[in-house]
């Protein structure tokens, strides 16, 4: 399955995010935007290869596409056999993750680590590729510690591209593998935009997707007049309807109105039903329905109701059901 299909999806995509992108927050943003493209959590490859939680690891729901796998790893044959798995689930792309900068992550010699081994990343995004149809894209860093020269960035992308990277996912920080916990490395490393923006002027060929800082969507469409995407990864959980307008002004499409907080609410109802009925909480699904009401009279209250009636064993649909009746006749 060649990029092009994915319609321009990258043109903005929430990033990935581990404890935040799970299938429910991907069916809360849904509601947000038809039109983006979505991540799951990173699973490592080699978890799917032993796991009998498989499904728990990579199911997701009809209404989530376009998603995109992510994967982590370093060992080419799981990786290939991950990137099969997600054809056959039916997803629309397999990412490599070479920026994660955790000390757990770099133990299993994964993560931003491996941009010190360009040559090793090419061999599993070329195992990656020749496993099945979907596009095989890498999401990294600018460089990690004293490796973070342009000429040495310049180099681990052409050796992916040349491999079969359909695509490039830049975090405009460099990561720091000692000193720096990962929280810090979203933070503290200097954003450099202008790196990222040179190697879209440098490789025009190339797909460019920029990460880091993102927090509006002014700004996202000012980074669009110099890269091919842009993704956004806390600013979309802590406030989702912040995005509300994404399908409109970044894709040019007015087919459906902007979404509200309690239209959101009502959109999950659905999927809630099939969730309880399957045997699943409804907590997993409310803990991320409370960040779609902020900045208004009463909202702390809403929250605390919605988490007390949810958290409740029994609880089901009718409890989202009540929370967008309040939500309605609020206006909201």
């Known amino acids: 399955m060649p990029d092009s299909l994915l319609n321009g999806a990258y043109r903005f995509s929430v990033a990935p995010m581990m404890d935040y992108t799970d299938r429910h927050f991907r069916v809360l943003m849904r509601q947000v935007t038809r039109r983006s493209l979505l991540y799951t959590e990173m699973v490592v490859a080699q978890a799917l290869h032993h796991s009998e939680r498989r499904e728990r690891l990579i ?74 149809p979907l596009p095989v894209t890498v999401k990294h860093r600018i460089g990690i510690d004293d490796r973070d020269s342009y000429g040495e960035l310049l180099a681990f992308v052409d050796a992916l591209a040349a491999a079969g990277c359909a695509r490039f996912s830049v975090h405009a920080r460099k990561a720091w593998l000692e000193g720096l916990d990962p929280k810090q490395n979203r933070t503290i490393p200097p954003l450099r935009y202008e790196l990222v923006h040179a190697l879209k002027h440098d490789r025009p060929q190339l797909r460019i997707e920029l990460n880091g800082g993102l927090q509006d969507l002014q700004t996202c469409q000012q980074q669009l007049q110099q890269v091919d995407g842009v993704m956004v990864g806390r600013a979309a959980y802590d406030h989702p309807l912040r995005w509300a307008a994404v399908d409109q002004e970044l894709f040019n499409d007015p087919s459906r109105p902007q979404a509200s907080a309690s239209s959101v609410v009502r959109g999950v109802i659905p999927y809630a039903e099939r969730w309880c009925s399957s045997g699943g909480r409804l907590w997993a699904i409310a803990r991320h329905l409370v960040q779609v009401v902020e900045g208004v009279s009463g909202a702390r209250h809403w929250r605390r109701d919605l988490g007390q009636a949810a958290g409740e064993r029994s609880a089901g649909p009718e409890v989202l059901e009540r929370a967008a009746e309040q939500l309605e006749e609020r206006g909201l």
Not at 62 to 74: F, I, R, T
Not at 89 to 116: H, T, W
């Open 59 to 132: 199911g997701f729901d009809p209404c989530e596409h376009p998603l995109a796998l992510q994967v982590g790893g370093d060992d080419p044959q799981l990786l290939a056999e991950a990137a099969r798995m997600a054809a056959e689930r039916g997803y629309d792309e397999i990412n490599l993750n070479v920026g994660c900068p955790s000390e757990k992550v770099q133990k299993g010699r994964f993560g931003a680590c491996l941009m010190a081994e360009p040559a090793h990343v090419a061999r599993c995004v070329e195992a990656m590729a020749a496993a099945g």
